[in-house]
């Protein structure tokens, strides 16, 4: 709304110019997210605990994982409210690309927050069935995928880090493919949200990282001395990033170490939708694999686990996802956290660094 007012403005007074800039909008955003979050986080964790909207543990956990019980959950919906607020105010709500990805982030949200409330009332972990889930993931991801094919013709080629020349075009395939993304990387980011302020942090930093993807690929200059595919209108995105990584810290402040609430699938499902939609419209789908390296690395300590048990009847890990597997070889859950984060802003630096080593 205030980009819209303040454009219509401009005419009459060029102060308003400053926010036709996608940096000054970003960065006022990212703020506006933060201090949103800030002020209405109280109240949520209030509202939640008077819900009964609690946390549901595993039977199977790490015994250290029983003092969580009683912690509000579905704390998503702190962040998806703040992001709601956020993009009303500070981007061009003519973007359509802006409504691809806010489309995921609504329909995910709302399956995570089914699967939430399931656990929450029947006091049952599992929640959702899964191929419940699933389906409607991919139902929902199917229609991004679709639309983001036949309206917006978005190129069906695929890039490959580190190769400048080398690009697959997938065609009609390339529908399933981002099908696979954003599903993937959804349940990727759900997976890992198993410690306090665990999977936050990766998303802010896959949401940084993804920041200055975005600007690149919807400045043509820049795309082209980059040698990167130049995407009309996926600039706007990189404020979309900036007002993720607002929300996320905001929720942070509340979620970290010893957490107050918990994030649920309400809000990894949805982030993790948001990230899979912003790289396939900015055309760095397969960097996302090294961007969020720690998803993908949990996400495949489960297929593991669970494939070498069906083979052999033993485990690979003490217990999956990994993050488990440290806490139970002793690592303070603390350690686990900032040393996962760690690994993040590495694996950040060198998809970044992808962008001139071709």
């Not at 036709?20 to 209405?40: G, K, P």
């Not at 991919?138 to 013709?153: D, V």
């Not at 790289?279 to 297929?303: Q, R, T, Y």
Request: hydrophobic share 55%.
């Amino acid at each position: 709304m205030l980009y819209h007012l303040f454009s219509y403005l401009t005419s009459s007074f060029s102060v308003f110019n400053v926010f036709h800039y996608i940096t000054f909008r970003t960065f006022s955003a990212i703020l506006t997210a933060f201090l949103i979050s800030l002020f209405l986080g109280p109240k949520f964790i209030v509202v939640l605990n008077r819900l009964h909207m609690t946390q549901a543990i595993r039977n199977d956990g790490p015994k250290t994982h029983f003092q969580k019980a009683g912690t509000p959950t579905m704390g998503g919906t702190l962040i998806l409210t703040t992001m709601l607020a956020s993009i009303l105010l500070w981007m061009n709500l003519k973007n359509s690309l802006l409504w691809i990805v806010v489309f995921i982030v609504a329909a995910f949200g709302c399956i995570g927050l089914i699967d939430d409330y399931l656990k929450v009332s029947k006091t049952n972990p599992k929640g959702l069935k899964g191929w419940k889930k699933l389906f409607w993931e991919f139902l929902f991801s199917g229609i991004a995928a679709i639309l983001l094919y036949y309206n917006w013709n978005v190129d069906s080629t695929l890039s490959l880090p580190f190769l400048k020349s080398v690009r697959l075009d997938l065609g009609i395939f390339y529908i399933p493919f981002v099908m696979m993304v954003i599903v993937g990387t959804a349940n990727a980011v759900n997976l890992t949200d198993g410690l306090d302020g665990l999977a936050i942090g990766p998303i802010m930093i896959s949401a940084v990282t993804y920041l200055f993807l975005t600007y690149v690929s919807g400045h043509a200059e820049i795309a082209s001395y980059l040698q990167i595919p130049f995407i009309r209108g996926s600039g706007e995105l990189a404020i979309f990033c900036g007002i993720l990584i607002g929300a996320g810290l905001g929720f942070l402040w509340f979620n970290s170490f010893p957490a107050t609430v918990m994030m649920g699938d309400v809000g990894s499902l949805a982030l993790g939708g948001a990230l899979g939609t912003v790289a396939v419209i900015s055309k760095h789908e397969i960097l996302l694999m090294i961007v969020g390296g720690i998803f993908v690395v949990e996400a495949f300590s489960v297929m593991a686990q669970v494939l070498s048990f069906q083979l052999t009847g033993k485990r690979i890990f003490k217990m999956a996802p990994i993050h488990h597997h440290f806490e139970l070889k002793g690592w303070a859950e603390p350690k686990v956290i900032v040393r996962f984060w760690i690994i993040s802003i590495l694996l950040s630096i060198i998809a970044l660094s992808t962008l001139k080593l071709r």
